[in-house]
């Protein structure tokens, strides 16, 4: 059925019956909240799942995908893995805590466990178990949809700004001496900025 999920509606260009069936789903959890138990359990399970789906990206950043990542413009630098396992560790760390219940011993009622263990790892049992069956025949993904030519060739860019950064210097500095013609403006720079510019449009055209 998952065709039907998928399907984009032509004048929203969303997936409509994704949202509504996610809007469903939503409006028949908020019916437990008159169980107690129930939503407790619900509830529980947040911040577990958070932690978990946060994790796995660094976790996978600092081991797999060590020597392929392509860090951004900004990053931790050199202080990349040492981060990366302090996250990890502390997740680590907090997921059984987050299992404990807040009782024990006698105190203990079926009304004051914790069920996130139920909910959560149960739910992931039986993910796990229907992909090792079946769904592993059919999922084909994740897949990338970013190419090379949507990503910024950070590089690029950097050279692009430079003669710009010479220019306006020139231009201060000529200012601060009384020569306000710019005169003094290396023409080449000039040239190579308009050079870089046009080959630029021109690629991001393409």
Known sequence: ?????????????????????????????????FGGVAIDAIFSLGAIGSFISFTFPTLLRITYARNTFVPGPWNMGKWTYFC?????GFVLLMIPILN?????????TPQLMNWTCLVYYGAMFLALAWYFIYAHKIFKGPK???????????????????????????????????HVSLNSVDATSSDN??????????????
């Open 1 to 33: 059925m998952s065709h039907i999920w998928c399907h984009i509606n032509t004048k929203t260009r969303t997936p409509v019956n994704a949202v509504w069936m996610n809007w469903f789903i939503g409006a028949c959890l908020d019916l437990l909240m």
């Open 84 to 88: 990366g396992w302090y996250a990890v």
């Open 100 to 108: 404990f219940p807040q009782f024990r011993g006698k105190n203990l």
């Open 144 to 178: 990338s949809n970013i190419t090379d030519s949507v990503i910024p060739n950070y590089e690029e860019i950097e050279e692009q700004v430079e003669p710009v950064e010479k220019i306006a210097e020139q231009e201060t500095e000529a200012k601060t001496t009384g």
């Open 193 to 206: 900025l308009s050079k870089k510019n046009s080959e630029f449009i021109k690629k991001e055209e393409v």
